[in-house]
């Protein structure tokens, strides 16, 4: 059976000497398949699979058991932009690996969360700001990226009140294990009570609640970055780890250059 679908590359590794095996996040599923000759000649595919695109693929699907066949792509949007930059090209190598492990629901809400995050990306680069500012930016949108990750999976954080007794006063507390915001009264009970700020509620609030696209122009977040980026990339990192029992690698290198 051929099926037609929308898709982003997630990864590919070799697969003997001249095809390669590659994941898609499409609108329902991640996809394996394989991609005969692709190392060998760039038009059967190569070109399209190492490039930061929204592509339209051609499926051939034998059984349950059996790989699928990748029979044709095309690029529907190349986002060369992000190609270009280090910082975005890295960002989106981390939201690859990111989608690997979480995308397998069947929930189409992964799918326009990557379409969403790229070109909020794109849109950053496009604006050309200095590196540092650049970089802030990019911080915060993988933080956002992750805190919707994590909303499409079916745990996102609670942010309103405390999560064990309902007080919506003193919860300058957070549990990863608990989901959300513990007061200082519940905070005895809880093994694993994270201290934040009221600027570290604000700004895990802004993330969840405004667009990726939004993002990038909300002076609110560029006001209390410094103060609170360090809390909340470690309650995301936890997190994300509690989610998928797994360490990410390409978090470190992107950490690193940022």
């Known amino acids: 059976m051929i099926k037609n679908t929308n898709a982003f590359i997630l990864s590919y590794n070799q697969y003997k000497n001249s095809s390669i095996i590659a994941s898609f996040l499409t609108d329902n599923s991640i996809i394996q398949a394989i991609c005969y000759r692709a190392k060998k000649n760039s038009k059967s595919f190569g070109s399209d699979l190492e490039s930061i695109s929204k592509l339209n693929i051609n499926i051939y699907k034998k059984n349950e058991n059996h790989l699928s066949i990748l029979k044709e792509s095309s690029i529907i949007k190349n986002y060369k932009i992000l190609e270009k930059s280090i910082y975005s090209s890295l960002a989106v190598f981390y939201i690859r690996e990111i989608f690997l492990h ?117 002076e609110d977040l560029k006001n209390i970055y410094n103060n609170s980026i360090n809390n909340v990339k470690n309650i995301m990192e936890k997190s994300i780890f509690n989610h998928i029992n797994k360490t990410v690698k390409s978090r470190k290198v992107l950490e690193e250059i940022l």
């Not at 996102?156 to 919506?168: E, F, H, T």
């Not at 005895?188 to 993002?215: C, H, P, V």
């Open 102 to 218: 979480c995308a397998k629901d069947f929930d189409n809400r992964y799918f326009i969360l990557m379409e969403k995050t790229l070109d909020a990306l794109e849109s950053l680069e496009e604006n050309n700001y200095d590196d540092k500012i650049k970089k802030m930016y990019i911080d915060i949108l993988i933080r956002a990226f992750e805190i919707k990750t994590l909303h499409i999976a079916g745990i996102s954080p609670n942010l309103d009140k405390c999560i064990i007794c309902g007080n919506s006063d003193n919860t300058l507390f957070y549990s990863i294990l608990e989901g959300g915001l513990i007061c200082s009264k519940c905070k005895n009970i809880i093994k694993d009570s994270i201290k934040i700020t009221e600027n570290d509620k604000l700004f895990m609030r802004i993330i969840k609640y405004t667009s990726l696209i939004d993002i990038i122009k909300n």
